[in-house]
């Protein structure tokens, strides 16, 4: 069964702490993105990447960086956490390709920052 | 640019019977996919259905169904015969052929299916 796997399902963190949220799939997909999700907003894109050391800023690119050395692993991370990045965190995959490739999601990080 | 849109927050359904949630979007682009994913309280996204904007026919998995008026904009998810275990967030979302690969999603509407 294909799979993406985010490292931890809870996170608390304090304030202005380095953060690394990881992901893996293991489905030789070229695109990886990362979302946050928040109650009546949605799921917003921080960003994506469509190969090994490429990424692409998404519509809410502040206070993040990502990192992808390896194909099947892509990583967020926060520099100096806030309060205002408390949320879930959703990782995602898919193949490049055609508009019809779903998105396969890991499981999501709850992301606390006090 | 594009964009979803999800009207309806919340819903309320009794079992058994069918619901429609809505989805409107807004495109440029001549060619793109149109997705419904489930979120139950667990939080993985569940993907549901899939239409293609070239598709003729109205997509179909199981209990569900895309209602696709391609001149109105709107992707419709139909749920029929609703079960407790419907209950969750529905996500609508699309992709465009310009979008490099991620999906735009709708803020999504919570399902509650009533006994």
């Known amino acids: 069964d294909v799979k993406v796997t985010q490292s931890s399902r809870y996170l608390v963190k304090r304030t202005g702490e380095k953060v690394f949220l990881e992901c893996v799939q293991d489905?030789?997909?070229?695109?990886m993105f990362w979302y946050r999700q928040d109650p009546g907003l949605g799921l917003r894109l921080i960003y994506f990447?469509?190969?090994?050391?490429?990424?692409e800023k998404g519509d809410i690119p502040e206070g993040y960086s990502v990192s992808r050395e390896k194909k099947e692993r892509f990583s967020l991370i926060l520099e100096s956490a806030s309060t205002n990045q408390t949320s879930m965190y959703l990782c995602a995959s898919s193949p490049l390709g055609a508009v019809g490739e779903k998105l396969f999601f890991g499981s999501g990080t709850q992301l606390s920052v006090l | 640019a594009q964009k979803i849109t999800q009207t309806q927050p919340g819903m309320f359904v009794q079992e058994k019977e069918a619901v429609t949630l809505d989805c409107t979007y807004d495109t440029s682009d001549q060619s793109y996919g149109l997705f419904w994913y489930k979120q139950p309280s667990s939080g993985e996204m569940i993907f549901l259905i899939y239409?293609?904007?070239?598709?003729?026919q109205n997509a179909t998995e199981g209990r569900y169904s895309l209602n696709f008026q391609k001149a109105r904009k709107s992707a419709n998810l139909v749920i029929s015969a609703s079960q407790l275990g419907d209950s969750a967030m529905y996500f609508c979302?699309?992709?465009?052929?310009?979008?490099?690969?991620?999906?735009?999603f709708g803020k999504g509407t919570k399902l509650s299916v009533k006994p």
């Open positions: 239409q293609g904007s070239y598709d003729e």
């Open positions: 489905m030789d997909h070229e695109n």
């Open positions: 990447s469509y190969d090994v050391k490429m990424k």
């Open positions: 979302a699309m992709r465009g052929r310009g979008s490099q690969g991620n999906l735009i």
